[in-house]
């Protein structure tokens, strides 16, 4: 009994480790005599939910995609009386905590259409009092029955699990049970409500510094204290704006859909596009050109906020603020919109970001109505109002480079590497620096404040010369300036460790992965970490890695499907889920030369750097 009471936990253990978090269904539905629609529908464990959804089509005779595939639906129109159609949808499931490396989900149909008669026949199963032709379904190889079909639908399945053999192609050790030690896996960040809201206001608060806000403040409140009616207009003032921001964050959360938020977040186009969007917005504010909307618009508006007046003049006069300020604060919107798409799984991100933004914006003119005297002491405007642009303008264009980075690394691309992304960081922030100090004639505050970016232009310097850089790991892209020799694929690795009679240090990541950049620069760097590690043939292996195979790769998965490994990335997360029976990034493992396990247990994400070594340091 004491001997079955532990192999009973340890089962269990593997029965949570290999446990499906999603379960989806695809079917073909016929939407006319000339156009099908594909559905993807999931279903997901407790704590679970989908965080991106992509579809591609590899072969397709007889039918022409409408429109783009959205919610998990994609249409297509029927040109030929046969039609075939192949291909599968990836997908991204995540919870608070953690998100799971990419899975597939195939299908493959054919059927026939009467293009000149009304009655639609495509897509449809045999049956009574219907010619069409039986469409082909995937077979599973090991001889059981294709999914059923039913009624004019076609449909199968895919459940992400572990199963507890591992592909011979993939890894020819024994399939071991580990334990994790720790509970604190993240792959990507996903901000809570409370952070990102305050994160939003303070990103108000800077847009209020700006030029184009500042000096309207005590212009609109005069304006509302000599109509009698300043504490009463002045709240209906700051109520427009925050309503204007709120459709604004409305409109952003209708567009992306409740199964699209953060599913960019990787995407090479949608990267580049917010590298060159927030490089715009910087130089801008840099003063190189200006970003505006046609002052036409906000005089128009102006014009009719003084004839209409009453409710309705309160509401344009705040339109007419969002108009004249947008060069200042279109940046800083929009800089916000992508930090919250892309770091925030929730669907009222948007919502409630806009919504602190704009309190923020509206908070000084209510305030200084309802207390007039408090505008004595009000700084003027001046140069310094300059001086916070041109800061904001420099920050944009740093946070830009993070962009560029992720599109870089999960493509393959090399154009920026740690050491090229520091460099230019370093520049920046020295230009930054050098610009505030020499104003120390002119605004002693502002010369001050250029010590902050000079520290941190030391710091990184000091990054370059092999210091710690964790505070701004999460930016940046993994770390290169290691003398060891790391290998990037699994079976390189093992030769490495069987030649060198060295044991292995395996670890699974990913270019997108916020902790695991956390974890490469607040431990690996530590100096016993280091010594520890140099005993090791380190094999590190990026789950996201987008760089395709030279042939695709069949698999069998445990409910007896085929799976079709595409990418260098999916061969190293089949790997982790067939061997580990995990997903999440970053895992560390200790192997023996032959690739059988050094240690029982395993490591993810976990800064204590004490009880790492004290795992790493296991013979």
Request: aromatic fraction near 10%; hydrophobic fraction near 45%.
């Amino acid at each position: 009994m004491k001997k079955t009471l532990p192999a009973l936990l340890l089962l269990c253990l593997y029965a949570t480790l290999t446990m499906a978090q999603a379960h989806f269904t695809w079917k073909i539905d016929k939407v006319s005599a000339r156009e099908l629609q594909l559905t993807f529908s999931g279903s997901f464990d407790p704590g679970w939910h989908l965080n991106e959804q992509s579809l591609t089509v590899e072969q397709s005779r007889g039918l022409r995609a409408v429109g783009t595939f959205a919610n998990g639906r994609q249409r297509f129109a029927i040109t030929e009386a046969e039609w075939s159609l192949k291909g599968y949808m990836e997908y991204l499931v995540c919870t608070d905590e953690q998100c799971l490396a990419p899975q597939y989900v195939e299908f493959s149909s054919s059927g026939t259409a009467d293009l000149t008669a009304n009655a639609p026949t495509a897509a449809s199963s045999p049956s009574q009092g219907n010619n069409g032709t039986a469409p082909s379904l995937p077979q599973p190889t090991d001889g059981s029955a294709p999914s059923p079909v039913r009624g004019d639908t076609i449909a199968s399945s895919a459940t992400t699990a572990a199963a507890p053999t591992p592909s011979k192609d993939i890894n020819t050790a024994t399939t071991s049970l580990v334990q994790t030690d720790t509970t604190t896996a993240v792959a990507i960040s996903q901000a809570a409500p409370l952070q990102l809201m305050l994160t939003a206001f303070l990103a108000g608060l800077l847009a209020l510094l700006t030029p184009c806000v500042w000096p309207v403040i005590p212009l609109t409140v005069s304006f509302f204290l000599k109509n009698g009616r300043g504490r009463r207009d002045a709240l209906l003032f700051g109520a427009s704006i925050i309503g204007i921001f709120l459709l604004l964050g409305l409109g952003m959360t209708l567009l992306l859909g409740a199964d699209a938020m953060n599913q960019l977040a990787t995407n090479a186009v949608f990267n580049v596009v917010c590298f060159i969007a927030l490089t715009l917005f910087g130089l801008s504010f840099i003063g190189l050109f200006n970003i505006s909307l046609p002052s036409s618009w906000a005089t128009s508006l102006d014009t009719a906020a003084t004839r209409r007046g009453g409710t309705l003049g309160i509401l344009l006069m705040a339109l007419t603020l969002v108009v004249v300020s947008f060069s200042c604060t279109a940046p800083i919107v929009g800089t916000l919109l992508v930090d919250i798409t892309t770091s925030s799984a929730s669907i009222l991100s948007p919502i409630l970001g806009m919504t602190a933004f704009a309190f923020a914006l509206a908070l000084p003119f209510t305030l200084f109505a309802l207390f007039p005297s408090l505008m004595k002491r009000m700084p003027r405007s001046g140069m310094w109002m300059k001086h916070v642009k041109v800061t904001l303008g420099i920050l944009e264009l740093a946070f830009a480079l993070k962009f560029l980075s992720v599109a870089d690394m999960a493509y393959g691309w090399q154009l920026l590497s740690w050491r090229s992304f520091l460099i230019v960081w370093i520049v920046l922030f020295s230009a930054l620096a050098l610009y505030l100090l020499l104003q120390w004639r002119n605004s002693r505050i502002a010369a001050l404040c250029g010590l902050l970016p000079l520290s941190l232009t030391l710091y990184l310097a000091n990054g370059l010369l092999g210091g710690d850089t964790r505070l701004v790991s999460a930016f940046m892209p993994p770390r290169d300036d290691v003398a060891q020799t790391i290998y990037t694929d699994y079976h390189e690795g093992i030769a490495a460790a069987q030649r060198e009679q060295k044991p292995i240090f395996l670890d699974f990541t990913g270019y997108g992965c916020v902790n695991c950049r956390k974890m490469e620069a607040a431990v690996f760097t530590d100096k016993r970490v280091k010594e520890l590690l140099s005993r090791y043939i380190i094999i590190r292996l990026y789950v996201d890695d987008r760089t395709s195979l030279n042939k695709p790769q069949q698999v069998k998965q445990p409910d007896g499907t085929m799976r079709t490994l595409r990418t260098v990335g999916d061969r190293w997360s089949y790997l982790e889920q067939q061997r580990f029976g995990q997903l999440t990034q970053p895992l560390y493992v200790l192997l023996r030369p032959d690739g059988s396990l050094l240690s029982p247990t395993v490591r993810s994400y976990d800064e204590d750097t004490e009880a790492f070594l004290q795992w790493l340091a296991v013979k």
